[in-house]
Every structure is written in structure tokens, then in C-alpha cells.
């Protein structure tokens, strides 16, 4: 099993709060992304990064900022929080292939 | 950019049945086609994979196949059990691309 952490599991908050999603990785994999995960199941790639100081938006236009400081360390952060903000968050770094963690449930009311 | 189309959305057996997902991609390119299983309030976990150079792969009740020229790829399982039950997920990505290509997923529901 891969070694990639999220934190928190689920997450609860309201209209206008500032948030950070918490992504760590051991294996030393330079390549990291995240997702954002549709209730329908499909998987939209918003934010990816080939390394240290490299970052770059993905396919699906999102309103969350990343940083990459330290190869082990991806966090997402959302300025102002809104409804349309509600999903499942997913990080996963890749070697030969991804590796996923569990994932963030992000519930904003 | 890649395409990859995955069929069916959902798929309902009974268990000891076999199982069949299917995907489609639209890059000649790709060369690296991994499945991904998620399983209820997890990410996604690899469970098969399969490159260009190799027709079938097997592992246990799993094989993946590969069709180069039709560009399709296919997920078998058999003698389905109910813990089978879950998202999978069909991607494909070609060397010196780091960005793969998902399926939109498949619901498998093994009933006992």
C-alpha cells in the first residue's frame, strides 16, 4: 500500500472560511496532482506538479491555490469557501503510476 | 489530447459471474494503461496494468487485454465475489506524458 496521506478525512465549514487541504507523501515521487472527484464518480484533475517549486493548473478551472515547498508536501488551499466548493479532494503522486490517498470530503454549507 | 471512453457506467452480476469493463482511447501515442479499483470512502488503488509491448496480463481472477489497433483496452474479472464491489477506473498515458487519461468510471455491484 502507498504511503500517501490526506488530512482532514472529512471536513465541514462555512460560506467564506479559508481552508487547506493537507497532502504528504514518503516514498521522495517529485510528481504529485490532485483531483476533485465528482458524486458521479468522475475524476477532474485540478492541480499538478513535477517537483519542487513547479506547479500548474489542471484540466478542471478551480478556484483552490497549491504550493509544493517540500517534495513530500502538496497542500491545497481554498481562499474563500463556497457551496459549489463541496466535494471529494484526492492527492496522489506518481512513480510509475499513481498512487492515491483517501481523499477529503469537503462539505460547505 | 488523449480520449478515453469507458463502458458500461454500471454493471450488476451475480456472484461466481464473470465481469467485463471496456475503454477505448483515442492516442495512437499511449503506451501505459493502468486500472484503478476504489472502494467505498477510499482513493483509487492500482490493481492491473498493462503496456503496449504485451497483448495480456493476468493475475488471478483478473486480465487486462490490450487491442493496439482497435485502441482498446479491457478489464476481465471472473468468478466475481461480493467484495469485487466497487469503481473502477481505466487510464491510459504515454512515455514522457505524466498526465494519465481517466475513464469515467464503472460501478460493478456483485450480488450474493
Known amino acids: 500500500e502507498a504511503d500517501i496521506y490526506q488530512t482532514p478525512r472529512y471536513l465541514v465549514i462555512g460560506t467564506g472560511k479559508k481552508i487547506t487541504l493537507e497532502c504528504s507523501q514518503t516514498m521522495g515521487h517529485d510528481k504529485m496532482y490532485w483531483y476533485q472527484q465528482d458524486p458521479g464518480m468522475e475524476l477532474h484533475l485540478i492541480h499538478y506538479s513535477y517537483g519542487v517549486n513547479s506547479t500548474e493548473k489542471g484540466d478542471l478551472s478551480s478556484e483552490s491555490t497549491v504550493s509544493r515547498i517540500r517534495t513530500e508536501h502538496f497542500p491545497l488551499t481554498l481562499e474563500s469557501a463556497r457551496p459549489s466548493h463541496t466535494s471529494q479532494y484526492l492527492c496522489?503522486?506518481?512513480?510509475?503510476?499513481?498512487?492515491f490517498g483517501p481523499g477529503t470530503r469537503l462539505l460547505v454549507l | 489530447g488523449e480520449n478515453v471512453e469507458q463502458h458500461p457506467s454500471t454493471l450488476s452480476v451475480q456472484e461466481g459471474d464473470s465481469a467485463v469493463i471496456k475503454c477505448t482511447y483515442s492516442d495512437s501515442a499511449s503506451n501505459y494503461f493502468p486500472w484503478y479499483k476504489q472502494e467505498l470512502g477510499k482513493g483509487p488503488q492500482l490493481i492491473i496494468d498493462?503496456?503496449?509491448?504485451?497483448g495480456e496480463k493476468k493475475d488471478q481472477r483478473i486480465a487486462v487485454t490490450l487491442n493496439k489497433t482497435a485502441k482498446h483496452f479491457s478489464l476481465h474479472i471472473t468468478e466475481t465475489q461480493p467484495e469485487d464491489s466497487a469503481v473502477y477506473f481505466c487510464?491510459?498515458?504515454?512515455?514522457?506524458?505524466?498526465?494519465?487519461?481517466f475513464g469515467r468510471g464503472t460501478s460493478l455491484i456483485v450480488h450474493p
Open positions: 496522489a503522486s506518481l512513480d510509475e503510476t499513481q498512487y
Open positions: 487510464a491510459a498515458s504515454r512515455g514522457g506524458s505524466y498526465i494519465p487519461t
Open positions: 498493462i503496456r503496449s509491448n504485451v
